[in-house]
Nanobody, 129 residues
Framework: VQLQASGGGLVQAGGSLRLSCAASGRTVSSYAMGWFRQAPGKDREFVAV????????YYSYSVKGRFTISRDNAKNTVYLQMNSLKPDDTAVYYCTATENRGILLSLRLRVSATSYDYWGQGTQVTVSS
């Protein structure tokens, strides 16, 4: 599975961006797919994850209520709508996927980068104050 993230850019605080992650090489409709982010000098941080059907979503505390993860299985694509952006949201955003749907049942597993099998190349999001 190859993942291609896009949609990053420079935006002012309070603005919005929508990230896309297109999967290829295999149909990922049964995969859990998510987003992590990494700011300079910091560890990679969980942002959100969505089940294969799209019926279950989970968010980090820092983005809940501002970000929305969704997917279009017909397009093999997952999205991250980011609203009310803050300078602290500045990071490289990575999309990820795993065939192991069981991770969604465990908070510890779904927020851990090691639970995921496939990673995209990252897209830069910069929020200016």
């Amino acid at each position: 599975v190859q993942l291609q993230a896009s949609g990053g850019g420079l935006v002012q605080a309070g603005g919005s961006l929508r990230l896309s992650c297109a999967a290829s090489g295999r149909t990922v409709s049964s995969y859990a797919m998510g987003w992590f982010r990494q700011a300079p000098g910091k560890d990679r941080e969980f942002v959100a994850v969505i089940s294969g059907s799209g019926g279950s979503t989970y968010y980090s505390y820092s983005v809940k209520g501002r970000f929305t993860i969704s997917r279009d299985n017909a397009k093999n694509t997952v999205y991250l709508q980011m609203n009310s952006l803050k300078p602290d949201d500045t990071a490289v955003y990575y999309c990820t996927a795993t065939e192991n749907r069981g991770i969604l049942l465990s908070l510890r597993l779904r927020v851990s980068a090691t639970s995921y099998d496939y990673w995209g190349q990252g897209t830069q999001v910069t929020v200016s104050s």
